[in-house]
């Protein structure tokens, strides 16, 4: 019985681990972020990321509608750009079962090894201050990646939203 409830335990961590996105961020401490009212996007910085059009524009509503909710304008002269970067990797877990008992495994003591992969994504976000043009905040957010084009959406605005949470930062 208690096997059945770590299995089961392990089960949701497993799931919940995979959902998630982790999180970091790093800004420059002399930046003056109450001053930043304004925005717009780095085109060349843009034009680099190694995605889709598609997944590109999905990244820039989803950064447009959360910088809204803070009270950021997009503009032609803004106080900062925002830049975009991303990575992508296989996951690999490899799963040790060790089987012990008749019944459903006859080798007494063999085990078997179970292999998955699982796309997993980095997304950063860089915003720069326009005048100086240096990099006054970094935004990165890590997680398993879908491609599934209805749970896209849902999945890109989660990873901006949870990055974009720790902007502007707060001093201590």
């Known amino acids: 019985m208690k096997t059945i409830k770590l299995l089961s335990l392990l089960f949701i961590v497993t799931l919940t681990s995979c959902s998630s996105v982790r999180v970091n ?3 420059d401490k002399k930046a003056s972020f109450d001053s930043y009212k304004t925005f717009a996007y780095l085109k060349s910085g843009i034009d680099k990321a190694e ?3 598609l997944d590109k524009k999905r990244i820039l509503y989803a950064i447009d509608e959360v910088m809204a909710t803070k009270g950021f304008s997009k503009v032609e002269n803004p106080d900062v750009l925002i830049s975009i970067f ?3 990797r296989e996951r690999v877990d490899v799963y040790n079962n060790m089987g012990f008992g008749w019944g459903w495994n006859p080798y007494w003591g063999m085990g078997y090894t179970n292999v998955t992969t699982t796309p997993e994504g ?3 976000i860089d915003i720069i201050d326009a005048k100086t043009k240096e990099l006054v905040w ?3 957010g890590a997680g398993y990646l879908t491609t599934n084009p209805e749970k ?3 999945r890109i605005k989660e990873f901006v939203s949870k990055i974009l949470a720790q ?3 707060q001093k201590k």
Do not use: N, V
Request: without cysteine.
């Open 25 to 27: 961020a790093d800004y």
């Open 51 to 53: 995605i889709s059009d």
């Open 86 to 88: 991303t990575k992508e």
């Open 122 to 124: 980095t997304l950063f």
């Open 138 to 140: 970094q935004g990165q």
């Open 152 to 154: 896209k959406d849902a």
């Open 167 to 169: 902007y502007p930062p």
